[in-house]
């Protein structure tokens, strides 16, 4: 399973982005995806989950202004980021995890929040 993720950049505080996430090869044997992000001296922290069932999990610090989506025709995940604060900037990876056990990461897409 290879993932790339896209659209992060740099937004001010307050503003939304939207990220994605393509996953191709193996795509099929996909159970879960996610993003995680990892701030500049902080550890990886995960941001949310959306299972093949379509339910969601979401960590406190992103729960109601983060929103994760799934396009399973597309085999994509999406991650709509509102209400953007300075402490959400970070590289932001998204992961797919299979049912063959294997956690696989995508590239990482660098947020900025600053004004």
């Known amino acids: 399973v290879q993932l790339q993720a896209s659209g992060g950049g740099t937004v001010q505080p307050g503003g939304s982005l939207r990220l994605s996430c393509a996953a191709s090869g193996s795509a099929a044997s996909i159970e879960a995806m996610g993003w995680y992000r990892q701030a500049s001296g902080k550890q990886r922290e995960l941001l949310a989950l959306?299972?093949?069932?379509?339910?969601?999990k979401y960590a406190d610090s992103v729960k109601g202004r983060f929103t994760i989506s799934r396009d399973n025709a597309k085999n994509m995940i999406f991650l709509q980021m509102n209400t953007l604060e300075p402490e959400d900037t970070a590289v932001y990876f998204c992961i797919a995890d299979s049912t063959t056990g294997n956690v696989y990461w995508g590239q990482g897409t660098l947020v900025t929040v600053s004004s």
């Open positions: 959306i299972l093949s069932n379509g339910s969601t």
